[in-house]
């Protein structure tokens, strides 16, 4: 089993959609939760980090952490086309330099 | 220039041949990395280095040998390489060890034939 599982996708949505990407994990050390953007031929950007429980707010984007049941969420509001992308969930605990990643979800948002 | 630079941007190579990938930061970070990306696989990490000493080895094959001269500075030096190691090579670089931070570069798209 993967320590970080995410909803491989892909997704399309229209213009304005709200989307929801998920990823689980099995490791209860994982104690920072980041998301990350990747363009087509470009590495991946971090979007936004969270750490233990909670929510992070950042414009459009809005990261969710439920360490209880080992869920993390990034919902993105008034979707725009710029925002298709791969995006890629990410998570490192105490032994830090050692983030493991899941495999994408690669979002297309439609005009 | 800025954040963290990869060159070549791509590179070919056959299975015979030795060749090298240089990543430099620009950011003052302190710590170094090696990812490998392959289509449909996670991002596998392949190397850290903080303050210029290697704190990871993934278990990576002996035909990639990382070095790193400085905290600016991060080399994978590739030989006798195999089909299957085609793929895109990240750097990144962070302050910390704990991930939050991390800078990826570009990368380069390694074809070994």
């Known amino acids: 089993q993967k320590e970080v599982e995410q909803d491989p996708g892909p997704l399309s949505v229209p213009e304005g959609a709200i989307v929801s990407l998920n990823c689980t994990y099995s490791n209860s050390a994982f104690q920072y939760f980041m998301w990350y953007r990747q363009y087509s031929r470009k590495g991946p950007e971090l979007l936004m980090y969270t750490y233990s429980s909670g929510n992070k707010e950042d414009g459009r984007f809005t990261a969710q952490v439920d360490k209880s049941s080992k869920y993390i969420s990034l919902f993105i509001r008034d979707s725009q086309p710029s925002d298709s992308a791969t995006y890629l969930c990410a998570m490192s605990g105490p032994n830090a330099g050692k983030s493991t990643f899941g495999d994408g979800t690669t979002l297309t948002v439609k005009p | 220039e800025t954040g963290v630079t990869q060159t070549p941007r791509h590179l070919v190579m056959g299975m015979t041949n030795k060749k090298s990938l240089k990543c430099e930061q620009h950011?003052?970070?302190?710590?170094m990395y090696w990812y490998k990306q392959s289509a449909k696989k996670p991002l596998e990490l392949m190397f850290v280095y903080n303050f210029k000493e290697q704190t990871e080895n993934n278990s990576v094959p002996s035909r990639f040998s990382p070095e790193c001269p400085n905290s600016s500075h991060l080399f994978l030096h590739l030989h006798t390489l195999q089909p299957e190691d085609s793929a895109l090579y990240l750097c990144a670089s962070s302050q910390d060890l704990d991930g939050t931070g991390t800078t990826f570069g570009s990368g380069t798209r390694l074809t070994v034939v």
């Open positions: 950011l003052g970070h302190n710590a």
